[in-house]
């Protein structure tokens, strides 16, 4: 297997140096380089961007926020692939990551062993937030265009299936049955996961509002 080469940007020594650790124990896995602000891994990564696979960014990185600092960096070099880390699971902050061309996001609270799934998942150019469903590959065309639109009343403006109901001109019982065809053909099982999912799958984001999901 090709060695992936891989950057870090985060203002910790001791996460630095913790990451730098931990990856050093996979012979697939190389650090090439580290930052500790945003702007200080986009000049690096303008010129020696091609040598890197994998950026593993903190999202706190100062003085560019994580998630500009990201899409700079996807910018200049597109193949490169991202991993967000952030300290908590707002679902609006994973959306931004993955708009902002991340690949995964891992919390700070996440094991090492997660980390390291993260990236091995993003190799062949998946995406993943924690705790997804691993359902990416479900096509959205195999989803009926009304349960697609189901689908963004719930995740773009959450709106409860009575709202959906009346948006659409439809009974509740319909939207219930839409609601469950969408989950039984995803594999999922709550909401949650059908967020998750719809951010992965560059769907919609959580509180984009009814104009989005229209």
């Not at 009304?146 to 319909?174: G, K, M, P, Q, W």
């Not at 053909?185 to 104009?211: H, M, Y």
């Amino acid at each position: 297997m090709d060695i992936l080469r891989i950057y870090i940007v985060d203002d910790h020594v001791f996460i630095r140096d913790g990451l730098k650790l931990l990856l050093a124990g996979h012979d697939d896995l190389s650090v090439v380089g580290t930052a500790t602000r945003g702007d200080e891994a986009v000049e690096w990564m303008r010129h020696h961007g091609t040598g890197v696979d994998v950026v593993i960014l903190d999202a706190s990185a100062k003085p560019m926020d994580g998630i500009r600092t990201c899409r700079e960096l996807k910018a200049m070099t597109p193949a490169c692939k991202v991993v967000m880390l952030m300290p908590h699971g707002d679902l609006g902050i994973q959306a931004k990551a993955i708009e902002a061309g991340a690949h995964g996001v891992v919390l700070k609270s996440s094991t090492s062993d997660e980390l390291i799934e993260t990236i091995e998942f993003i190799r062949n150019g998946k995406k993943i937030l924690p705790d997804a469903p691993m359902v990416q590959d479900v096509s959205r065309e195999q989803l009926t265009p009304r349960e697609y639109d189901v689908l963004r009343y719930i995740v773009c403006a959450e709106l409860t299936s009575t709202e959906i109901a009346n948006e659409l001109f439809l009974s509740v019982h319909t939207v219930e049955q839409h609601r469950k065809n969408i989950m039984t053909k995803l594999g999922l099982n709550n909401t949650v996961g059908l967020t998750k999912w719809a951010i992965l799958n560059g769907i919609c984001s959580p509180g984009d509002g009814r104009e989005q999901a229209r």
